[in-house]
């Protein structure tokens, strides 16, 4: 276990700086200087040498990506060539929305459609099975931008109860925060209900063939017992698979909602960094999506673990 | 059966909830939230050359020794007044007295010399350096006075002293400015939520008459639908420039806003490579000029009518004049004049676009009106990193289509390794006079030659000037609609 548990962590430091240099050099290939870029059309030529040499880019590129990997590992993510701050910190303001904003829309998916799959296929071919395949394919059919749009038109114009965009910030009261995720929240939320609803229904409707769920049912145990008790716990498998998935997803996903909604999270973040030729803060991010989607997969295979005995002995 | 004491209820009822709008305007009345698409990277107008730096910092929080009012004229500002000596080089400044910058550092003459100073130092940013270049001496006989002698007289001095890039800083705090910026103006920085808003409050010890706004928050909304959307909801009382023309109609129709528009200092050309064959023959670029048809273009990006330009020069300035007949259009001349360049079936060329969207929606049309007369414009588009880069930079192009928004920057063609690459000695020789002449009906004189000489040689393809799009909320007054220099004053914004 423990023989297994070090390759796995050999393995993961190997993908990530397997990773950095890849987005390093990546970027490091992009045309366009970020010191022209902030000066502008009329800028003196002194001008801009004197912010390369601010900025640091008249330094060779691998003492550059050194710096930056050295960087990561101290903690110290470097400084916004735009912005002019800590990166680490800017980071950790867009964080403060983005995060609640994916966990909200997660919960709200779940809480969405896990139920409706299961209330699917416990009425396997009956109307309540074809009315929530019905929703589930206007959720996938419908883009999430789009629904946003109408969110806002319906609930912030219509009859002012949110604003139709922004966030004033935690400091703010939670009230007022909670208030401008909400209708955020549930855009984003709505393709992932409509997924796992879909998702659900169908593994559950496998399991149920299964031949333990046959035995369970052939010991007599009564029916719902059987569903939640035996064929639940196996099913949720590839739920949870899904659900891993999404949350990557969500976290990097999130810049068309971000936009529709003029919030300042990470994806729009990433976005402007992107136009704006900040390329500290897109490496910085990218290395951060990409060490999040690992640490994603991790947990999500833990929990196949707790959930199925069977899959702890394989690994 | 309705009883008295229902009516009466009833009556109150209806007296608090008429009162009820009143309160929220109450409440309104010394606070405003402003919405603006581009958020400033940093806070400091002296070391870039952001638009949005400026938008939010100019006049608010940091003031020059002038400054321009709404009209675009030169007025007084931390300077009460000035003279110009004879010589024509001897600029001295009567200071304001008791102006104090937000830290409580007193206003006095060594700070004009430490910013002015500090703007040309070999380790500044200044993007407009240029504006100080032409500074040989700065004096400062007492604390309300400064003396600047100029190396040679130079028209456009005191105009550029009230951009952005000559604000007044102090010593202590100038470090700080891209973060933490303390000037002399009526507000003060409270906070900046980066990604979504900026909090200013009135500053107290304001030298000047006092804002009647207590509080002021710039809310930076890049999404056009997301900013419809704010105005309608009254999250916004004002969008400084709509990034949505389409949605005009629509908020015009609204009775709790108010659209006005207003002219720009922004050129939007069809910049043409001049020193690249075949735009460097001047057919071909008369050619091109012939088939540009400036009013079907303007109305497929905006859809409504916007100034139309015959040459670099916006119509905000005095000595604007209407050039866009030079060349009209005319397909069967355009044909005639590319055969005798010697390309009877037209050509191909790139035609390469950065992002915003009046240079895309332009650049499609154009290719389109192109294609009349044989010349086959092949669209790529580029991020703004990479047109830097490659079209003005590394003037790898033939075609392009960009908007020149720094004010009276008609100079720019007497540069000869601008991106364009015209060459005029005609026309530098020109531009150098006007530099130094100082009369201003014989510099505007010039300023009108000037512009007939790039309308004659089609150096670019000049096509109109961005517009500025102002929505606010019906009893929002004292917002700037035309855009002398892209400012938005607070100080004077106030509710009706």
């Known amino acids: 276990m423990l023989s297994f548990l070090a390759r796995r962590c050999v393995a993961l430091v190997a993908t990530l700086l397997g990773a950095a240099l890849v987005i390093f050099i990546a970027l490091e290939v992009l045309p366009g200087d970020p010191a022209a870029v902030t000066l502008g059309l009329n800028a003196a030529p002194e001008a801009l040498a004197a912010l390369r040499l601010e900025m640091g880019l008249d330094k060779p590129a691998p003492v550059r990506f050194l710096a930056w990997i050295s960087g990561l590992l101290t903690g ?72 946003g749009l109408l969110l806002v038109l319906l609930f912030a114009i219509g009859l002012g109860w949110f604003p139709a965009g922004g966030f004033p910030g935690w400091q703010a009261g939670p009230a007022a925060a909670v208030k401008a995720l909400l209708l955020p929240a549930f855009a984003l939320a709505l393709p992932q209900a409509a997924i796992l609803a879909r998702v659900t229904r169908s593994s559950m409707l496998d399991t149920l063939q299964e031949d333990f ?96 005995p069977r899959l702890r002995e394989t690994s | 059966m309705t009883t008295r004491r229902d009516l009466l209820a009833g009556a109150g009822a209806a007296a608090l909830a008429a009162q009820l709008p009143l309160v ?79 830290d409580g550092t007193p206003f006095s003459s060594e700070q004009v010399r430490f910013s002015f100073e500090r703007a040309v130092a070999p380790e500044s940013t200044n993007a407009q350096r240029q504006l100080f270049t032409p500074i040989a001496e700065i004096a400062t006989p007492d604390p309300a006075s400064v003396v600047i002698r100029l190396k040679q007289p130079t028209a456009n001095f005191l105009y550029g002293l009230a951009w952005g890039d000559a604000v007044i800083v102090a010593p202590a705090s100038a470090a700080n400015n891209k973060t933490n910026p303390v000037g002399t103006g009526p507000f003060k920085f409270v906070r900046w939520n980066r990604g979504d808003r900026l909090e200013l409050e009135r500053f107290d010890g304001y030298w000047g008459e006092k804002p009647t706004l207590a509080k002021a928050t710039f809310r930076f909304i ?148 192109l294609a009349q007369i044989g010349i086959n414009a092949s669209i790529e588009p580029l991020e703004f990193p990479q047109w830097l880069e490659r079209v003005f930079r590394g003037k790898d192009f033939d075609l392009s289509v960009i908007a020149h928004t720094e004010p009276l920057d008609i100079n720019i063609y007497a540069r000869d390794d601008y991106y364009f690459q015209y060459k005029n000695p005609e026309f530098k020789a020109l531009m150098a ?28 393809g000049f096509l109109f000037i961005l517009p500025k799009i102002t929505v606010t909320a019906a009893g929002l007054d004292g917002m700037w609609t035309d855009w002398p220099l892209p400012i938005t004053p607070l100080a004077e914004v106030r509710w009706r």
């Open chain 1, 213 to 308: 769920v046959r035995t369970a049912r052939a010991k007599g145990l009564a029916e719902p017992v059987t569903v939640v008790r035996h064929a639940l716990r196996n099913a949720l498998i590839p739920v949870v698979t899904i659900m891993g998935l999404q949350f990557s997803v969500l976290i990097a996903g999130a810049i068309i909602i971000e936009n529709v909604f003029a919030l300042p999270g990470l994806g729009r973040l990433v976005f402007q960094s992107i136009t704006q030729h900040d390329l500290i803060v897109v490496k910085d991010l990218v290395m951060l999506f990409a060490g999040l989607a690992i640490l994603v997969n991790f947990a999500v295979e833990l929990v196949y673990g707790l959930i199925d």
């Open chain 2, 222 to 369: 890049a999404d056009p639908q997301a900013q419809v959307a704010a105005l309608r909801a009254g999250d916004v009382h004002a969008q400084t420039n709509l990034a949505a023309p389409e949605a005009v109609p629509q908020l015009k129709a609204d009775p709790k806003l108010k659209v006005s528009f207003g002219k720009t200092e922004g050129e939007v050309i069809l910049a043409i490579n001049n020193a690249k064959a075949p735009f460097n023959d001047l057919r071909v670029r008369q050619a091109i000029a012939h088939v540009l048809d400036r009013k079907t273009i303007a109305l497929g990006v905006y859809g409504f009518d916007v100034d139309l330009i015959g040459s670099h020069f916006s119509p905000l300035h005095p000595a604007y004049i209407d050039l866009t007949g030079t060349y009209p259009v005319d397909i069967p001349k355009a044909k005639a004049l590319l055969a005798a360049a010697g390309f009877p079936n037209g050509f191909s060329c790139t035609l390469k676009l950065p992002p915003p969207t009046y240079a895309r929606r332009s650049g499609e049309i154009i290719a389109a009106l």
């Open chain 1, 76 to 147: 110290d993510l470097g400084l916004s060539y735009t912005y002019r701050v800590p990166v680490a910190q800017l980071i950790g303001e867009r964080m403060a929305v983005t995060l609640p904003l994916a966990l909200a829309a997660i919960m709200l998916a779940t809480s969405i459609g896990v139920p409706l799959g299961l209330l699917a296929a416990a009425n396997h071919n009956r109307p309540t099975d074809a009315a929530v395949m019905v929703f589930a394919q206007l959720g996938l059919a419908v883009p999430n931008f789009w629904f």
């Open chain 2, 433 to 460: 006079k006007i530099d130094v002449t100082l009369d201003e009906g014989q510099r505007d004189e010039m300023y009108r030659q000037a512009q007939r000489i790039l309308a004659h040689d089609a150096v670019n």
């Open chain 2, 24 to 102: 929220a305007l109450a409440q309104a009345k010394d606070s405003v939230i402003i919405a603006m698409t581009l958020e400033p990277p940093t806070l400091d107008p002296t070391s870039g050359a952001a638009q949005a730096i400026r938008e939010v910092t100019l006049l608010n929080i940091f003031e020059g020794l002038v400054k321009m009012d709404r009209t675009g004229k030169i007025v007084p500002c931390l300077a009460e007044s000035w003279e110009i000596a004879p010589d024509n080089i001897t600029y001295s400044f009567k200071l304001r007295r008791g102006a104090t910058f937000h």
